[in-house]
């Protein structure tokens, strides 16, 4: 896989990903079928052969199930199934750590349909999970810390366990506080812009068409931090972006009836027209 400027090809193929959801939103959404006269749909399939070439199951997981949300939204003209797929990481969440969910069905569906190696890989990441969850809730709250302390180890001190998903490295180091906080950071925004973004207002504003895109976009960035633990700073930027967008009063995207601020007059300056300067 190539690697380009990130840490792993699996980073390159969850940027691509959701390149590529942000670029379907915005075309199918009618925002940006044409540039300067020229038609847009070229680039959103070379886009979708890049994702393709870069050889990641998960990667091309995300980008149907974003095609998907973006279908059933335009479809039905509501959000459910946006914010669905955020509500799929707290949930995760809460059924790894009470263990009414050990990943096994999966592992099997994976197994039988994709291939057994990858079933394998995903076996191993479940089972270093599961050991790891058990360390992290026998110090709930705050996390064992850092150093190195909410590793598995044996009686030598040397790790038995790898650490792959950002959730359970947070939840190790920081405990439940730490994990609740770092995920309400980067979901609150996007599933707040989302339900200001409905897909029903998108053919009268085509800005809210990428605003649900880039979003979904963070929303599937957040996804993947459940197997693993690659970030990648734009979306990070981007989710800041977007939480303080959808606490702003403008009405593009909100669709109420609040009035626009108007600007305070200019007060005149006690030195006159040329400041301080005088003459």
């Known amino acids: ?10 980073q390159v193929s969850l940027w691509i990903a959701c390149c590529f959801s942000l670029a379907f939103t915005a075309w199918w959404g009618g925002a940006f079928r044409s540039w300067r ?3 847009t ?10 994702l393709i070439l870069s050889k990641s199951l998960g990667a091309w997981l995300l980008a149907l199930l974003a095609v998907s949300v973006i279908l059933i939204g335009r479809q039905t003209r509501t959000t459910i199934a ?29 197994s039988d349909h994709v291939s057994q190696d990858k079933g394998e890989s995903l076996a191993f990441r479940l089972m270093n999970e599961e050991m790891l969850i058990d360390k992290a809730l026998a110090q709930p709250i705050f996390g064992w810390g850092g150093w190195g302390r909410n590793r598995v180890l044996d ?41 200001r973004c409905q897909p029903s207002r998108w053919r009268k504003q085509p800005e809210a068409v ?30 800041g972006a977007i939480t303080s967008a959808s606490h702003s009063r403008a009405r ?13 007059p200019r007060r005149s300056s006690p030195f006159g027209s040329r400041g301080i300067v005088g003459n």
């Open 252 to 264: 593009h995207c909100v669709g109420s009836n609040l009035k626009p601020l108007r600007s305070r």
């Open 1 to 10: 896989r190539p690697t380009v400027c990130m840490q792993h090809g699996l």
């Open 82 to 110: 946006a914010i669905s797929v955020a509500a799929v990481i707290p949930a995760y969440f809460i059924m790894r750590t009470s263990g009414v969910f050990n990943g096994q069905p999966i592992v099997q569906l994976v």
């Open 37 to 39: 006269g020229l038609p």
């Open 210 to 239: 990428f605003a649900f895109g880039l979003s979904l976009a963070c929303i599937l960035h957040t996804v993947d931090s459940l197997p693993n633990a690659m970030v990648i700073p734009v979306f990070v930027v981007a989710t």
């Open 155 to 195: 009686e030598w001190g040397v790790n038995q366990t790898v650490t792959d998903g950002l959730w359970i490295i947070t939840l190790g180091i920081n405990g439940f506080v730490g994990l609740g906080s770092l995920y309400a950071m980067l979901l609150t925004g996007p599933v707040r812009m989302i339900r």
């Open 41 to 50: 749909w070229p680039m959103l399939l070379l886009l979708a052969i890049t």
